[in-house]
C-alpha cells in the first residue's frame, strides 16, 4: 500500500482538510455493550448447546443476513431470535423468543457516553477553525443518528452521515459532499477494515486508534503499513498530529 504523495508525519506536511470520524467504539463504546447481550444470550440458550456452540453459529447467521440486514442493533436483533430458533431446533417458546428480542431492543438505548479524551479533543479540533468534521459510520440510519444525539458531542461537527456499508464509494461520496477529494480526507476509527483500509487504497490518509474490543466481522489479515497511515494509542493525541 505504497503512495507516491508525502508522508503522513504531521498535518503541516499534507493538506488535509476534512477530518472524519468513526463512531462506535471510536467516539464512544459500542462493542462492550454488545458482548454483553451476547453473554445473556448464550445463558438464555444454555440448554441448547455451550456458549462457543451459540457464539459460533450466531456469527454464522450474522454473517448470512449482511448483504440483505447490513449493521446494526435491529439487524442484530434478527440474527439473535433466527439463530435462536435454528439452534433450538425450534423448540424455544414464544416466551424465550420475546425475552430475546428484549435483549436485542436493550442495545437501542445504550447511553454513547463519549470515551476518555474524546469530548476535549474534539473540541480542541473545532475551535482551531482548521478542518470540516463530521462523523462517518455505518449501520442503521435512527439507531446511529439517536447515539450521537445522545453523546452530546454534535456541536463540534458539521454533520453526521451514516451508510448502510463503508465503501470506496461511500468515502468518495463523503469528499463529494464536502466539496473535496480524497486526498484531502483523514478518516479516525478503530476498525483497519473498515475505516483505515479503503481510505488508505484510494489515497486518503487515516488514524487508527485501536479499542480494546472489536467485532470479529472487522477482523482483517490484510497488510496496513503506508505513509498515509498514523496510529495512536489514546484519543487526545490527535492534536499532536492535526494542530
Same mark, same amino acid.
Given at each position: 500500500m505504497n503512495s507516491n504523495d508525502n508522508s503522513f508525519t504531521h498535518a503541516r506536511s499534507v493538506d488535509i482538510r476534512l477530518l472524519a470520524f468513526d463512531a462506535d467504539d471510536t467516539l464512544w463504546d459500542c462493542q462492550g455493550h454488545f458482548n454483553e447481550v451476547e453473554n445473556n444470550y448464550c445463558r438464555m440458550l444454555a440448554p441448547y448447546?455451550?456458549?462457543?456452540?451459540?457464539?459460533?453459529?450466531?456469527?454464522?447467521?450474522?454473517?448470512?443476513?449482511?448483504p440483505l440486514l447490513g449493521y446494526g442493533c435491529k439487524a442484530f436483533t434478527i440474527s439473535?431470535?433466527?439463530?435462536a430458533i435454528k439452534v433450538s431446533n425450534g423448540t424455544i417458546s414464544e416466551d424465550q423468543l420475546l425475552s430475546v428480542i428484549s435483549l436485542?431492543?436493550?442495545?437501542?438505548?445504550? /447511553?454513547?457516553?463519549?470515551?476518555? $479524551?474524546?469530548?476535549?479533543?474534539?473540541k480542541t479540533l473545532h475551535e482551531s477553525g482548521k478542518y470540516q468534521m463530521v462523523v462517518f459510520t455505518k449501520g442503521d440510519n435512527l439507531d446511529q443518528e439517536n447515539k450521537y444525539r445522545r453523546s452530546g458531542l454534535s456541536r463540534y461537527f458539521d454533520d453526521c452521515i451514516v451508510v448502510s456499508d463503508k465503501t470506496p464509494h461511500e468515502y468518495q461520496r463523503l469528499c463529494r459532499l464536502f466539496n473535496t477529494n480524497i486526498h484531502h480526507l483523514c478518516m479516525v476509527g478503530n476498525s483497519l477494515k473498515s475505516d483505515i483500509l479503503p481510505v488508505l487504497r484510494l489515497g486518503g490518509y487515516a488514524v487508527h486508534v485501536p479499542y480494546a474490543l472489536q467485532w470479529q466481522m472487522e477482523d482483517t489479515d490484510e497488510e496496513h503499513e503506508s /505513509?498515509?497511515?498514523?496510529?495512536? $494509542?489514546?484519543f487526545e493525541q490527535l492534536t499532536k498530529i492535526l494542530l
Open positions: 448447546g455451550n456458549r462457543t456452540e451459540i457464539s459460533h453459529h450466531l456469527f454464522q447467521t450474522e454473517t448470512a443476513n449482511m439473535l431470535v433466527e439463530n436485542g431492543k436493550q442495545l437501542l438505548n445504550i /447511553p454513547a457516553t463519549p470515551l476518555e $479524551g474524546v469530548e476535549k479533543t474534539l /505513509p498515509h497511515l498514523r496510529s495512536i $494509542g489514546a
